[in-house]
C-alpha cells in the first residue's frame, strides 16, 4: 500500500472516531437533561404533595373530623353573624312560633358547677345530625353571656362504615372540639365523643373525646329514658336537653352563609326554630345565673324561665 493510501487510511479513521465521540458527547448531554429533568419534576412533584397536605389539614376542623364548610374570612363572617344575633331579632322570635318542639326539661340534683362557676355540659358528637342543629342554637345563647374562639365549620356525616345513610346526612354545623369559651357567668364543657369519619376496621366513628365517668354518670342518670340520646345538654343539674330541640329539616339544602343570614330575620322558618332554641337555651342558663347579665336575660327570656 502506497504512502498516499495510507495517508487517506488515517485520515478517515480518525474521522470515524471524532465523529463516534462527538457522538457519545451528545449522547452524554441528552442523558444529563433527562436526568436533570427528572429531578425537577421529582422536586415539583414533592412540593404540590406538600401542598395539598398542606390545604387538606388546614380544612380540617379538628384535624381528624372530614374536611368540609367554609374557613379563612367566610368561616369569620358566618362565625359573626351566628354570635351575634340582634336582641330585637331574639326578642321578636320569642319562643319561636311551634318550631321547637323539645324545649328543656326540670331535673334535679346537686349543683352541677365547674370553676366555682354554674356549669353547662354537653355531650354530642361531629356525626350526629342532631348535634349539628342543636349547635347553632347553643352557639347564639351562649353568646349572650361570653365569648367563643377557635370556632371551626363542618357537616354531620353522610354514612357510617358500613356505608349506611345518616338522616338528615351532611348538615351544616360547627364543632366544639378545639373551641374555647369564655364566660364570667359560666363553665361551658362541651365532649365531642365521635368525629365524622367512620373507622373502617368497626364500622363506627372514629373516637375523639371521652366523657369522665362524672360526666357518664350523668347521662346515665338523666339521659337512661332516651337510651342515652345526643345532643346531651346538662344545666348545671337543673334542666336537661336530650336530643334536637327541632326539625334538621329546617336546615336542609341550607349553606352556612343561608342558615347565618336568616337567624337575623325573625319571620324565617331558620330564626324561628334556631333563636326560638336559643331562647329556651338562654332562659335554662339564666336560671342558674340567677338572670345574670341582663342583657341576656331579657323579659322575654325569664317568660320563657317560667315555663320550663
Known amino acids: 500500500m502506497g504512502k498516499a493510501s495510507r495517508t487517506k487510511s488515517d485520515v478517515s479513521r480518525r474521522e470515524r472516531i471524532a465523529a463516534q465521540r462527538a457522538a457519545?458527547?451528545?449522547?452524554?448531554?441528552?442523558?444529563?437533561?433527562?436526568?436533570?429533568?427528572?429531578?425537577?419534576?421529582?422536586?415539583?412533584?414533592?412540593?404540590?404533595?406538600l401542598v395539598l397536605v398542606k390545604i387538606t389539614s388546614s380544612n380540617s376542623p379538628s384535624g381528624t373530623s372530614a374536611p368540609n364548610g367554609p374557613t379563612g374570612a367566610a368561616l369569620a363572617a358566618v362565625t359573626a353573624k351566628v354570635t351575634s344575633?340582634?336582641?330585637s331579632t331574639l326578642a321578636a322570635v320569642g319562643s319561636g312560633g311551634g318550631a321547637v318542639t323539645n324545649p328543656p326539661k326540670s331535673i334535679s340534683g346537686p349543683?352541677?358547677?365547674s370553676g366555682g362557676k354554674p356549669e353547662m355540659l354537653y355531650i354530642g358528637a361531629e356525626y350526629c345530625p342532631y348535634c349539628a342543629a342543636e349547635r347553632w342554637a347553643m352557639i347564639v345563647a351562649l353568646s349572650r353571656?361570653?365569648?367563643?374562639?377557635?370556632?371551626?365549620?363542618?357537616?354531620?356525616?353522610?354514612?357510617?362504615g358500613a356505608g349506611n345513610a345518616e338522616p338528615f346526612p351532611n348538615t351544616p354545623t360547627f364543632t366544639f372540639a378545639h373551641a374555647s369559651y369564655s364566660s364570667t357567668y359560666l363553665t361551658f364543657t362541651p365532649v365531642e365523643q365521635y368525629t365524622n369519619i367512620p373507622d373502617k376496621s368497626t364500622g363506627f366513628y372514629t373516637t375523639l373525646m371521652t366523657p369522665t365517668k362524672a360526666q357518664q354518670a350523668l347521662i346515665d342518670k338523666y339521659d337512661a329514658a332516651n337510651s342515652g340520646a345526643i345532643p346531651f345538654?346538662?344545666?348545671g343539674n337543673k334542666y336537661m336537653i336530650a336530643g334536637a330541640s327541632y326539625s334538621n329539616s329546617v336546615l336542609s339544602g341550607l349553606s352556612w352563609s343561608q342558615i347565618a343570614s336568616d337567624l337575623s330575620n325573625p319571620g324565617s322558618p331558620v330564626a324561628k326554630a334556631i333563636d326560638g332554641t336559643a331562647n329556651y337555651i338562654t332562659a335554662a342558663i339564666?336560671?342558674?345565673?340567677?338572670?345574670?347579665?341582663?342583657?341576656?336575660?331579657?323579659?322575654?327570656?325569664?317568660?320563657?324561665e317560667g315555663q320550663l
Open 286 to 304: 339564666c336560671s342558674m345565673t340567677g338572670n345574670q347579665p341582663a342583657s341576656a336575660c331579657t323579659a322575654t327570656v325569664r317568660s320563657l
Open 85 to 87: 344575633v340582634p336582641a
Open 233 to 235: 345538654i346538662d344545666f
Open 145 to 160: 353571656f361570653g365569648t367563643f374562639s377557635g370556632l371551626a365549620a363542618m357537616h354531620s356525616a353522610a354514612a357510617d
Open 24 to 49: 457519545e458527547r451528545r449522547a452524554e448531554r441528552r442523558r444529563r437533561i433527562l436526568i436533570a429533568s427528572g429531578s425537577v419534576l421529582v422536586v415539583v412533584a414533592v412540593v404540590l404533595a
Open 111 to 113: 349543683p352541677l358547677t
